[in-house]
């Protein structure tokens, strides 16, 4: 299989414009959880690239729980954030949720995501690996290891290269924590696969106080990097507020990520 340490013994390493991803360099995305104006998204990027942050995230077409929730402010979203990265020299990454919108993210994304909720969306791995840029590929809410690395082989069988495996949490028993962030899936994957593995501490928790100490031990376990929810003002943010954290616990983050090994 594509995805496996038999097919390719080292490490896939990748470049997206100047963030090298994978092969012993940690590396940080952030951003809200989704793009809700012009002024949040840049102020967003500011806090992510003045605290270490090199790519930054944000969703505008959200997966969301109840069509009542906010859902994302689309092709506008896509457009403030491409002017947000591009002013802070930073990559973006956002969620694509159908195939069709490939057409109208290809000119404003660098990194597509696939989200938890549609890692067995086959139709949108083909269409995304045919696209050949660089995923983010969600590990799925209840998917065994097995079950996303053959997400990850639908990519890489339809001519992806560059993917970014995300450890995200599944569901269990327990009701503290929006999701238990399985980390022994991370030395798992490693072994198993050369794809590189980032940990989601946010979605994994749900609760912003455990985002720091959940994503240190995702990187002490052999992540390669890690993506993280930050706003300006997370109680107003318009979703997944709980989970995000406060400019300062980002920037302290990223001071103790330093202490374990330098963010480039
Ligand atoms: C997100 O990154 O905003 C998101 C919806 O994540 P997940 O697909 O892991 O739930
Ligand atoms: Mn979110």
């Known amino acids: 299989k594509l995805?496996?340490?038999?097919?390719?013994?080292?490490?896939?390493?990748?470049?997206?414009?100047?963030?090298?991803?994978?092969?012993?360099?940690l590396v940080v995305i952030a951003g809200p959880c989704a793009v809700e104006s012009r002024e949040q998204i840049l102020e967003c990027a500011d806090i992510v690239?003045?605290?270490?942050?090199?790519?930054?995230?944000?969703?505008?077409?959200?997966?969301?729980?109840?069509?009542?929730?906010?859902?994302?402010?689309?092709?506008?979203?896509?457009?403030?954030?491409?002017?947000?990265?591009?002013?802070?020299?930073?990559?973006v990454i956002?969620?694509?949720?159908?195939?069709?919108?490939?057409?109208?993210m290809r000119d404003y994304v660098d990194v597509f995501q696939i989200g938890a909720r549609n890692m067995q969306n086959f139709e949108l791995l083909k269409v995304l690996g045919a696209e050949g840029r660089p995923v983010m590929l969600k590990r799925g809410l209840s998917a065994t290891i097995e079950e996303w690395l053959m997400?990850?082989?639908?990519?890489?069988?339809?001519?992806?290269?560059?993917?970014?495996?995300?450890?995200?949490?599944i569901r269990t028993f327990e009701t503290y924590t929006r999701n238990s962030l399985d980390i022994s899936s991370i030395p798992v994957v490693k072994k198993l696969s050369h794809l590189p593995v980032f940990v989601d501490p946010s979605h994994a928790?749900?609760?912003?106080?455990?985002?720091?100490?959940?994503?240190?031990?995702?990187i002490v376990a052999g992540a390669d990097g890690l993506i993280v929810e930050v706003h300006p003002d997370p109680p107003?943010?318009?979703?997944?507020?709980?989970?995000?954290?406060?400019?300062?616990?980002?920037?302290?983050?990223?001071?103790?990520?330093?202490?374990?090994?330098?963010?480039?």
């Open 151 to 169: 997400a990850a082989e639908y990519l890489l069988a339809h001519g992806a290269e560059d993917i970014i495996l995300c450890e995200r949490g």
């Open 3 to 25: 995805a496996s340490r038999e097919f390719k013994k080292a490490d896939s390493v990748f470049s997206v414009g100047p963030v090298k991803i994978g092969g012993n360099r």
């Open 94 to 104: 956002t969620e694509i949720v159908a195939p069709h919108q490939v057409e109208i």
């Open 236 to 264: 107003r943010a318009a979703s997944d507020g709980p989970q995000t954290l406060y400019p300062e616990q980002f920037e302290k983050l990223l001071r103790d990520i330093e202490v374990l090994s330098p963010v480039v």
């Open 205 to 218: 928790t749900g609760l912003r106080d455990q985002v720091i100490p959940v994503g240190l031990a995702g």
């Open 49 to 91: 690239a003045s605290a270490g942050g090199v790519m930054l995230r944000g969703g505008a077409f959200k997966p969301r729980t109840s069509p009542y929730s906010f859902q994302g402010l689309g092709e506008e979203g896509l457009r403030y954030m491409k002017e947000a990265g591009e002013r802070y020299g930073m990559p």
